[in-house]
């Protein structure tokens, strides 16, 4: 392998750690809040909890409900102190900026 060629791929390799560095800085920070980010977190609870939070079944509806309550549960469930069925997983998935968002956004909707 001649000098340039391994030049270049010593710039390539410098260039992809940076990109790690990068990603990893990213996901570790919490989730930059955005207009939108609470109706989008809440798009992945609506296959159980309806959408916009109005249940049609069995799980709780969430529109309407006071968004505190809402960031308390999710966090309870979170952190393990709220039996649960599947939320104690769910709520690992998420930081706190968006359980504050969705709970924002459930507690904005009309009820039914
Ligand atoms: C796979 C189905 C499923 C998804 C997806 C889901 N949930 Fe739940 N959720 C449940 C069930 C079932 C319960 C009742 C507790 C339990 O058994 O886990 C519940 C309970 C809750 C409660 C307590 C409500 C109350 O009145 O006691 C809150 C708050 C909640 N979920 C928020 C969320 C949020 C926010 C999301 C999306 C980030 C979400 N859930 C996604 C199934 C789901």
Redesign the pocket.
Known sequence: MNGAVKFQLLRCAAAIAALGVLINAASAADVVPYANLGRD??A??????GTD?RSRA?????SG?DAA??VQ??KE?RDGR???????Q??K??TDT??EA??AY?AAQAKQ
């Open positions: 977190v809440a992945n609870c609506a296959n159980c909890h939070g069995a799980v709780p509806s969430l409900q309550m809402i549960r999710v469930f709220r039996a649960a069925t599947v939320m104690q769910l709520a998935g998420y968006q359980i969705a709970a459930f």
